[in-house]
């Protein structure tokens, strides 16, 4: 579109005379004409030029006059005014009430062509700016309601825009990100930032996001990134990874104590096995030994391969719930004798129970049972050096069950026992203190529990021992134990 200019005077000569000289030097120029301040003023109204020339003395509102009212209503408008020979100080007053330059009678035309010529350069740049603000606003508004977290990094590697998405995530307000280094806010990023992917003119097509670590307010986050060339600059979109990299790490870690979870026994009823082909070796005692370490081994991977399938079917929901009588002693009493067989090292696991008897109970009993197994073993694998286990019927008051398991093992470290509840967590990976586990055992209590609407704590002090207390809803049965 061409630039269009407006030429406010009362001297119909130069009205006539200077259009004509534009049309000469700037061919692609439309030049509009005005012999009076108001009249002009009725044309800025509805017209957006590019640029304005007026004349200072003009009768009734002259040139100064008209500059005021421009300012008002087009103040991006670039106005230039016309002074007589030697009027230094009108030209003063008139840059300093905004225009962008005057032109001295008799008028130097190459000058003044050179002079508009910058004004309507310097329209177009301004209206591209403001198209250009408009549009990042437009943009602002929609990233500010995604999902992702969006940030935007100029060519000096300082941070210019940063979402709401960007703030939760990260935990860095916009206030402490805007006008700061990437490398500030997130620890490494001048380290890995040239590795994230990023889309430009060199590399069109989109790019796959790349997970990355950074340091951010003291801890760890892993970042999912990729980014999009822009006029200088980088906007780069990014969502959080770091529950994810976690359970990737829990679950090689799983792998790797599974397998040896699993080894373990299978190597003991080798060897047993390989042992009891041998009629040379054991007498009537050695192979009865043979036996029952076949059969407790046995046991012990059926509990592994147990534990992985329960916790498949907690997650794909087809673990059903049921409600039958219970007699709360006689479990108790069974999953004790059942897990006093594996205690070793001294391990010696009591019943505390009231003395006067328990109500009859309604739920389901082969998860309480299952809930209690794993609670106890818990407290083995937490007492290497043996020590006292009590089993613990708190209460059965209010339709609410109450268990505890306690030990004066290990106890569990403060830094752990957030997480103890969580799927394939185990508190010792490397198994330096000798507990052993596949890191399901208590994801498995947690989840029972909760889904038979009850609910599980823990009390630990380390080097002191643990405490597991259950609590669940059940239903009066007939009869009392």
């Not at 590019?50 to 106005?79: F, N, W």
């Not at 059903?320 to 007699?327: G, I």
Request: aromatic share 4%; net charge negative.
């Amino acid at each position: 579109m061409n630039p269009t200019v407006l030429i406010v005077d009362d001297d119909p000569a130069l009205l006539e005379a200077l259009p004509e000289a534009l049309r000469l030097r700037m061919s692609e120029l439309t030049v509009e004409t005005s012999d009076s301040a108001p009249d002009a003023l009725a044309k800025i109204a509805v017209a957006d030029y590019d640029a304005i020339v007026s004349d200072i003395k003009m009768p009734g509102m002259d040139g100064l006059a008209l500059l005021d009212e421009i300012q008002k209503v087009r103040p991006e408008t670039p106005t230039l005014l016309i002074t007589g020979h030697g009027e230094h100080d009108l030209a003063v007053q008139a840059l300093r009430r905004g225009a962008y330059d005057y032109i001295q009678k008799p008028i130097d035309r190459e000058y003044f062509t050179v002079s508009l010529s910058r004004a309507i350069e310097k329209r177009r740049l301004d209206r591209q700016i403001e198209l250009q603000r408009l549009e990042l606003e437009r943009h602002s508004h929609v990233l500010e309601h995604v999902a992702d977290g969006v940030f935007v990094v100029d060519c000096d590697g300082v941070v210019q825009f940063w979402n709401l998405a960007a703030e939760q995530i990260t935990g860095i307000a916009l206030a402490d990100a805007v006008g700061n280094p990437a490398g500030d806010l997130l620890g490494g990023w001048d380290d890995v930032s040239p590795s994230i992917p990023v889309a430009g003119a060199e590399r069109p097509k989109r790019q796959l996001a790349r997970m990355l670590p950074f340091e951010v307010n003291g801890r760890e986050l892993w970042l999912s990134l990729c980014g999009v060339e822009v006029a200088d600059a980088t906007v780069y979109s990014f969502q959080d990874r770091t529950d994810e990299r976690m359970l990737d790490k829990l679950k090689d870690d799983f792998v790797a104590t599974a397998s040896h979870e699993l080894r373990t026994p299978l190597a003991a009823i080798y060897g047993a096995a390989k042992t009891l082909r041998r009629d040379d070796v054991l007498d009537d005692e050695g192979v009865e030994r043979m036996m029952a370490m076949i059969a407790s081994e046995s046991e012990r991977l059926a509990r592994v391969v147990d534990d992985i399938l329960v916790a498949s079917h907690l997650d794909s929901g087809r673990l059903s719930f049921a409600s039958a009588p219970v007699d709360v002693r006689a479990l108790v009493a069974d999953v004790v004798d059942s897990m006093q067989m594996h205690a070793e090292n001294g391990v010696a696991i009591d019943v505390d129970a009231p003395p006067n008897g328990l109500p009859g109970v309604a739920i389901d009993p082969i998860k309480l049972r299952r809930v209690l197994l794993n609670l106890l073993e818990n407290a083995i694998k937490y007492s290497p050096e043996g020590g006292p286990i009590v089993l613990r019927i708190a209460s059965v008051e209010n339709g609410r069950l109450r268990l505890a398991v306690h030990d004066e093992g290990l106890g569990i470290p403060h830094a752990d026992q957030e997480r103890i509840f969580d799927k394939f967590y185990r508190g010792d990976p490397q198994l330096a203190r000798g507990v052993g586990g596949t890191g399901l055992g208590l994801y498995i209590c947690r989840e029972l529990v909760q889904r038979m609407g009850g609910e599980i704590e823990l009390e630990s002090e380390p080097g002191k021992g643990s405490t597991f207390t259950v609590e669940l809803p059940v239903r009066a049965a007939a009869g009392a134990r």
